[in-house]
Nanobody, 115 residues
Framework: QVQLVESGGGLVQPGGSLRLSCAAS????????VGWYRQAPGKQREVVAS???????DYVDSVNGRLTITRDNGKNTVLLQMLSLKPEDTAVYFC?????????WGQGTQDTVPA
């Protein structure tokens, strides 16, 4: 059974930081690409950061260098470090892993940055 468990979300003041974690089980994690997505109220889900099985990273332009995605294949974990948080970063953040036709989602973790 595949499980993705996100943690690390919460309430943080503007300018603060959060580190999200996604722990995977039931898959050979090192083969999977990983993405962090977010969905704000009333908006579509969007990818904000991704990392390939080889460690190459990509970020959406809007995060402007404030996010860093890393992975630890030994621990089957991917981290998303978020700095200088803004109210517009408020969303539910989801972890996604994919390998060819296999695609799995975590349950999401809420991040709130009040205005």
């Amino acid at each position: 059974q595949v499980q993705l468990v996100e943690s690390g979300g919460g309430l943080v003041q503007p300018g603060g930081s959060l580190r999200l974690s996604c722990a995977a089980s039931g898959i050979v994690f090192r083969f999977y690409r990983v993405g962090w997505y977010r969905q704000a109220p009333g908006k579509q889900r969007e990818v904000v950061a991704s990392i390939t099985s080889g460690g190459s990273t990509d970020y959406v332009d809007s995060v402007n260098g404030r996010l860093t995605i890393t992975r630890d294949n030994g621990k089957n974990t991917v981290l998303l470090q978020m700095l200088s948080l803004k109210p517009e970063d408020t969303a539910v953040y989801f972890c996604n892993v994919g390998f060819y036709s296999k695609d799995y989602w975590g349950q999401g973790t809420q991040d709130t940055v009040p205005a």
